[in-house]
């Protein structure tokens, strides 16, 4: 399994960005789907992006595309995700997991702790 450990989250004005972290740690990273969900109270979590092990392939919740970028650095053991445009509807707690090219979260087996985004309008 994978350890993940996600950062920079905070509390950022409508329009404003962030840049999420996700380190990773253990066996088997460089060849992982790596993937955002996020949670905001009272709701399901829900699938916010994904990327490939090799890059080539990346794929958006429709409520963020055109607005936040997923990367991964396979040398830093890290993944990214560059929120840009925020709205007060992005305010959730984010999580980054690994498992297979999938928006179920259910079929995700490594998970961090989360970094909470707050966006005020």
């Known amino acids: 399994q994978v350890h993940l450990v996600e950062s920079g989250g905070g509390l950022v004005q409508a329009g404003g960005s962030l840049r999420l972290s996700c380190a990773a740690s253990g066996r088997g990273f460089s060849n992982r789907v790596m993937a955002w969900f996020r949670q905001a109270p009272g709701l399901e979590r829900e699938f916010v992006a994904a990327i490939t092990w090799n890059s080539v392939l990346t794929q958006y919740a429709d409520a963020v595309k055109d607005r936040f970028t997923i990367s991964r650095d396979d040398a830093k053991n890290t993944v990214y995700l560059q929120m840009n445009s925020l709205k007060p509807e992005d305010t959730a707690l984010y999580y980054c997991?690994?498992?297979?090219?999938?928006?179920?979260?259910?079929?995700?087996?490594?998970w961090g702790q989360g970094t909470q985004v707050t966006v005020s309008s």
């Open positions: 997991a690994a498992g297979p090219w999938s928006r179920d979260s259910d079929l995700y087996d490594s």
